[in-house]
């Protein structure tokens, strides 16, 4: 950490080479507020250049991630903060703060440190300590080894939780094999002998489309079990790789919403500079409908959102970690809506087979869409609170096979 107390001829080029080659990021800050300079782990940390971050409002950045109507609010919190900071030369700390960014939301612990120039003006000279032009806004990223132990976590019950339901789901599969041949034996058996000795004198007319109907019911409910069986497997077939545009599948998907859900505003928020990626295209066809479809009913299920809005992004993520295999870029994808929300207590089990928070769900389809995005070495995340849910689907444009 720097410092409690600064000047500003501390900040010599060799100062600010070495800050530079920090693991920390750090932003110098005028007494406007302004970021006039920031190290090279900054724009890592915001996912953006350098050219950007500089000129921005510092406390525009540090805001915290919450309800639109508490922004202001947060923001003269924190200004009073660097005033008082700079007027009495007191740094201070935010731990675990859930902060706006740039690009995106960013958690993180923050320390600022005011810098006192040579310079003392007239109302300075009447204080016992001048204040400070400058602030050092030192700011770490919450551990990234943190985040992979949860995630690999989250992968492992995953894995347990699929490997459960594999084992259950092939038990259960042997006697419906079963039951459906007796199905078909029973129809067939029941069109052939529409007589039979009742009583070894009397012959008794059978009903056979009522008993044929009992068979193909039989039959018809075997056949939706198995489905439901197939679904929680998973699907047994490699990708069919090709070289694709994101876009042409998002499309695909969107004109679908359009005609399904004509209520819902769709909004295309596409970086058209994208590269190509190596991908499954009816695989992302069916995680990007399964996404949108899913959003599509949050806003229009029970109390229903005056104006839906589906926003679907497109963007490149640069130095993303997708397990634990670091990549220069990914694709980002973001399906967003302003619905409902998802539950608290469900979110960190929203992608385990049979976990919904739908009345008439199946619970299936995040697992599925979690299964797919993982055949392609990508990942799903989530973040949600009420008229503020996004689902986003980082994934490499190529892959190793």
């Not at 100062?15 to 724009?43: C, I």
């Not at 979690?370 to 849910?389: C, F, L, P, Y």
Request: charged share 20%.
């Amino acid at each position: 950490m720097l410092p409690d107390l600064m000047t500003q001829q501390d900040f010599t080029p060799q100062s600010l080479l070495m800050m530079q080659h920090l693991y920390t990021s750090v932003l110098w800050v005028d007494a406007s507020l302004t970021v006039q300079w920031a190290n090279a782990q900054s724009e890592t940390l915001f996912a953006t250049s350098r050219t950007y971050i500089i000129g921005q409002s510092v406390l525009d950045i540090l805001s915290p991630l919450g309800d639109v109507a508490d922004d202001d609010k947060s923001c003269s919190s924190l200004a009073n903060r660097f005033a008082h900071a700079g007027q009495f030369g007191q740094p201070f700390i935010d731990h675990n703060q859930h902060i706006k960014g740039i690009a995106q939301p960013v958690l993180l612990d923050y320390s600022v440190t005011p810098v006192v120039t040579n310079e003392v003006t007239d109302d300075a000279k009447d204080n016992d300590s001048p204040t400070a032009s400058h602030f050092v806004v030192e700011l770490w990223a919450k551990s990234r080894q943190s985040k992979l132990d949860k995630e690999r976590q989250l992968q492992e019950q995953h894995d347990v939780a699929r490997q459960m339901l594999r084992s259950v789901a092939h038990e259960v599969k042997n006697p419906l094999a079963g039951i459906r041949g007796a199905g078909q034996l029973l129809s067939k058996y029941t069109k052939k002998h529409a007589k039979i000795d009742h009583d070894g004198t009397n012959l008794v007319q059978l009903d056979g489309d009522k008993l044929m109907s009992y068979a193909n019911i039989v039959i018809s409910e075997t056949d939706r079990l198995t489905r439901l069986i197939d679904d929680l497997l998973g699907s047994n077939h490699l990708p069919n790789w090709e070289s694709l545009n994101i876009h042409e599948p998002l499309e695909h998907v969107l004109t679908l919403i359009e005609a399904q859900h004509n209520q819902v505003t769709v909004i295309r928020d596409y970086d058209l500079s994208l590269p190509e990626l190596t991908a499954d295209r009816n695989q992302l066809i069916q995680v990007f409908l399964n996404l949108a479809n899913n959003a599509c009913h949050a806003m229009l299920e029970g109390t229903a959102v005056s104006e839906p809005k589906l926003t679907v992004t497109t963007r490149i993520a640069w130095s993303h970690t997708i397990g634990t295999t670091r990549h220069n870029n990914v694709l980002k994808v973001s399906v967003h809506d302003n619905g409902k929300g998802i539950d608290p207590e469900l979110i960190e089990r929203i992608f385990f087979p049979l976990v919904t928070g739908r009345a008439n769900g199946t619970g299936l389809g995040l697992s599925l869409v979690q299964d797919m995005v993982q055949r392609h070495g990508g990942a799903i995340e989530v973040t949600s609170q009420k008229g503020n849910t996004e689902f986003c689907v980082y994934l490499p444009f190529e892959q190793d096979n």
